[in-house]
């Protein structure tokens, strides 16, 4: 069975510049996860979808980050205007559905921003 | 309060020894715990899941679950230079996101 995929792996951008993610959960997985983890932290929830609707995105710094899952099953992380403390590993994660169910981690994606 | 919280470490145990990582949770009414190892530059990956109170085991690894006393552990057995990682604890209540500690890292010298 594949894992989670993510692309980037690694993006080095200036501050104010935008990127974007890319995520592709495990085949039959409903629940997709955005986490942010900054270097000695545990990683910090972004944004939660159950197939393409958002269930919690309560720590998404929604000013200039944003996040989709239009068909249910990949999902894109945008960052604009990207800000010096954005940089971080960003974690995509998915699991089979959303209570309490195991979440799988893909590999990341470590931005830093100049 | 922190709602996760591990001791950062660094925990140092010789090779064959058991390594024991504690972690503790404020909210009462959590249900479901985890243990994921996360090697240097790497993504979390999971080790373990407990939900009932008491233990869980699996291999060389014993998760420990008290909810009375909001404590959960994990004991690692015969520890290898190759268990040497961060260790996250994470906690979920119902309907609440997944909360992780922000790890204990453990040092297996040979």
């Known amino acids: 069975e594949a894992g989670v995929a993510q692309s980037p792996r690694y993006k080095i951008i200036e501050k104010r510049q935008s990127v974007a993610f890319w995520c592709n959960p495990i085949s039959g997985h409903a629940t997709l996860y955005w986490y942010q983890q900054i270097l000695g932290q545990g990683p910090k929830l972004l944004i939660q979808f159950q197939n393409n609707g958002v269930v919690d995105d309560s720590q998404l710094p929604k000013d200039r980050f944003s996040a989709e899952r239009l068909k249910g099953v990949d999902s894109t992380l945008k960052i604009q205007p990207a800000k010096l403390e954005d940089s971080a590993v960003y974690l995509c994660a998915s699991s089979f559905n959303s209570q309490g169910d195991e979440q799988f981690f893909g590999p990341g994606t470590r931005l830093t921003v100049l | ?110």
Request: proline share 5%; hydrophobic share 30%.
């Open chain 2, 1 to 110: 309060q922190k709602e996760v919280e591990q001791n950062s470490g660094p925990l140092s145990v010789p090779e064959g020894a058991i390594a024991s990582l504690n972690c503790t949770y404020s909210d009462r009414v959590s249900q479901s715990f985890f243990w994921y190892r996360q090697y240097s530059g790497k993504s979390p990956e999971l080790i373990m899941s407990i939900y009932s109170n008491g233990d869980k085991e699996d291999g060389r690894f014993t998760a420990q679950l008290n909810k009375a006393s909001q404590y959960v552990s994990l004991l690692i057995r015969d520890s290898q230079p190759s268990d040497s990682a961060t260790y996250l604890c994470a906690v979920t209540s119902p309907f609440q996101k997944l909360v992780f500690g922000t790890g204990t890292r453990l040092l297996v010298s040979p």
